[in-house]
């Protein structure tokens, strides 16, 4: 199996959990070093056990909790070459540092990991496929423009994390944002809106395999979770797609876990290709 956790998604911070039985891995650790623990042992886990902390870029909202994280829990980082020159210096208690290659997978355990380039103003900002056996899992987070690359990177996965950071008429409309702060929201290298979201996730769902969807990183007031979600699903329905699960994940609170069951063996022994949506615990 393999499943997805979202531990807290918005601009105040951002981190999820990626896990199979024997493995869980970190992406991102945008809360306090206190709430990504509580959190992680909240959803059945243990932070001390962890097998890796992955890095998507060097922004705050996803690294905030690295360096007092790194000084309780010994659990090796893994990064691109210029992220890695981003944050180290803020982040000294790290004990082992990986550095990995966009587009060369490696494994973390028995789960296979493979960054790929994504548009946003970071040094060197990547998503995420997770593989097990046939299940994957895409993970992408802050990116302002969706291209082949990008859709070429997950367009087999079952479970897709993406962010839909903004409503298109809400952000013009919003008094709070200078013009500037508008303009690069929405460039190439800000965040994706709805509408941009629901069109990548249109795409990919057409490939056939995509069963389940997180919407991620939302804004506060620019963005609810009612209008992301209708908005995806309208865009499904306008391609005649169906059974294609949406979920908007929490800033506050978990989110999840959305599993990937192996497809030759359950409890019944019969073939079983979709995900489940569980109760905490994860494990007894």
Request: hydrophobic letters at 35%.
């Amino acid at each position: 199996m393999l499943g997805i956790i979202s531990l807290g998604s918005g601009s105040s911070g951002n981190s999820s959990v990626i896990y199979s039985e024997r493995t869980s891995i970190l992406v991102d650790a945008g809360l306090s070093a206190m709430q990504l623990k509580k959190r992680i042992t909240l959803s059945g886990l243990n932070p001390n056990e962890l097998n890796g902390v992955l890095i998507t870029h060097e922004h705050t909202d996803h690294t905030k909790g690295l360096e007092v994280l790194s000084k309780t829990v010994s659990v090796p980082v893994y990064c691109n070459s210029l992220t890695h020159e981003a944050i180290a210096g803020a982040n000294g208690s790290v004990k082992s540092w990986k550095l990995f290659e966009n587009g060369n997978p490696f494994m973390i355990g028995d789960i296979e990991v493979c960054g790929f380039s994504v548009m946003h103003d970071a040094a060197d900002p990547v998503g995420f496929k997770f593989r097990r056996n046939d299940n994957k899992i895409g993970f992408i987070s802050d990116v302002g423009h969706v291209n082949q690359l990008l859709i070429s990177s997950v367009k087999d996965v079952q479970n897709l994390f993406i962010e839909a950071n903004y409503d298109e008429t809400l952000l013009q409309n919003d008094n709070k944002r200078p013009w500037s702060l508008k303009q690069r929201i929405a460039s190439r290298h800000g965040h994706l809106s709805n509408r941009q979201t629901a069109e990548f996730v249109a795409s990919i769902a057409e490939q056939g395999n995509l069963k389940n969807v997180i919407l991620g990183h939302l804004s506060n007031d620019c963005n609810s979770p009612e209008v992301a979600r209708a908005e995806i699903i309208l865009a499904l329905s306008n391609c005649g797609i169906s059974g294609i699960e949406v979920n908007c994940a929490s800033r506050n609170e978990l989110t999840g876990p959305f599993i990937l069951e192996d497809s030759f063996s359950n409890d019944q022994g019969n073939e079983s290709n979709g995900f489940t949506q569980e109760e905490f615990p994860l494990f007894s």
